[in-house]
């Protein structure tokens, strides 16, 4: 079954942090480019970071120096390192194929307070 399943969230503190995982299955992990997307209540879905299969990476400018992306393709697995965390970063976040999409799975909350 093709899946990406994301794990991780949770409420923080600002300033705190929070690692997300994005366990793939049923694709070729290894050759997919993959980001991590967030949708905030009311706002459109947006790109937060993506890794390419050979490892290069873009970030959005409002994370940029406070998140990393990251990859294992021996677990076929996807992370996001978040540091110094913002209220404004609360959202659901969502692991996703960069080109051709797949169904987006449930993601994962998280909750920044101030």
């Known amino acids: 079954q093709v899946q990406l399943v994301e794990s991780g969230g949770g409420l923080v503190q600002a300033g705190g942090s929070l690692r997300l995982s994005c366990a793939a299955s049923?694709?070729?992990?290894?050759?997919?480019?993959i980001g991590w997307y967030r949708q905030a209540p009311g706002k459109q879905r947006e790109l937060v970071a993506d890794?390419?299969?050979?490892?290069?990476?873009n970030y959005a400018y409002s994370v940029k120096g406070r998140f990393t992306i990251s990859r294992d393709n021996a677990k076929n697995t996807m992370y996001l390192q978040m540091n110094s965390l913002k209220p404004e970063d609360t959202a659901v976040y969502y692991c996703?194929?960069?080109?051709?999409?797949?169904?987006w799975g449930q993601g994962t909350q998280v909750t920044v307070s101030s």
């Open positions: 049923g694709i070729i992990f290894s050759l997919e480019r």
């Open positions: 996703n194929r960069f080109y051709v999409k797949l169904p």
């Open positions: 890794m390419s299969s050979g490892g290069s990476t």
